[in-house]
């Protein structure tokens, strides 16, 4: 079936660094492609997302590259801060034979080291 | 707006036995669905509904079932407990199926013993 591969499982960095986590995805047709960020013991947040037609989208100190030919996208983080410390997951969009589906990363602990 | 509210937060059951996972919203969202998060393998869909009356199966539907009569309720029901099923339950509406945002409840940790 489709999958969504993600990495790293974890990533550990310095705070004001930047963080880069990757996801390669097998469905050609897959068009959305959004983040998620879960704190620990909460619920999961949208924080950014793109569409298959762009190429690359920024939000303050985050931002999303994707790259169809090569069917994989990454979220960029820059000066991270404390609060960055997350669960972050990526997702793509699937296509079935009679419905749409997201299909999940496994997701990246981000630690931020003081 | 509340959101999306489940119940209950936290649940311990015995092997075989039978319970109830509440969800409403109310943001009058047409898509709700059900995902279970086991460490290190990311959310998964267990059933979704794309609007009332209307239910269908996700990737991991085996063992829960879902009923949808209401537009605010989706509640997901496990037949019969097992150790397997322990997990954390994400219920979660978006306004319509695609590529919107999909709002979270805050997650219902369920223990099988």
């Known amino acids: 079936g489709e999958n969504v591969e993600q990495h790293p499982s974890t990533l550990s960095v310095q705070e004001g660094d930047s963080a880069v986590i990757k996801c390669t995805y097998s469905?050609?047709?897959?068009?959305?492609f959004p983040w998620y960020k879960q704190e620990l013991g909460k619920r999961p947040q949208l924080i950014i997302d793109?569409?298959?037609n762009v190429g690359e989208k920024k939000d303050q100190r985050i931002a999303v590259t994707l790259n169809k030919t090569a069917k994989h996208f990454s979220l960029h983080i820059t000066e991270t801060q404390p609060e960055d410390s997350a669960v972050y997951f990526c997702a793509a969009s699937f296509y079935g034979d009679s419905n749409y589906q997201l299909i999940w990363g496994a997701g990246t602990k981000l630690i931020i080291k003081p | 707006n509340a959101g999306v509210t489940q119940t209950p937060k936290f649940q311990v059951l015995k092997t075989g036995q039978s319970m109830t996972l509440q969800c409403a919203q109310d943001?009058?969202?047409?898509?709700m669905s059900w995902y279970r998060q086991d460490p290190g393998m990311g959310l998964r869909l267990i059933h979704y509904s794309v609007g009332a009356g209307i239910t269908d199966q996700g990737e991991v539907p085996n063992g829960y079932n879902v009923s949808r009569s209401t537009t605010e309720d989706f509640p997901l029901r496990l037949l019969s407990a097992a150790p397997s099923q322990t997990s954390v339950y994400f219920c979660?509406?978006?306004?319509?199926?695609?590529?919107?945002?999909?709002?979270f409840g805050e997650g219902s940790w369920l223990t099988v013993v």
């Open positions: 979660a509406s978006s306004y319509s199926e695609g590529e919107i945002t999909i709002y």
């Open positions: 943001m009058n969202h047409e898509y």
């Open positions: 469905d050609s047709a897959s068009n959305y």
């Open positions: 793109i569409r298959s």
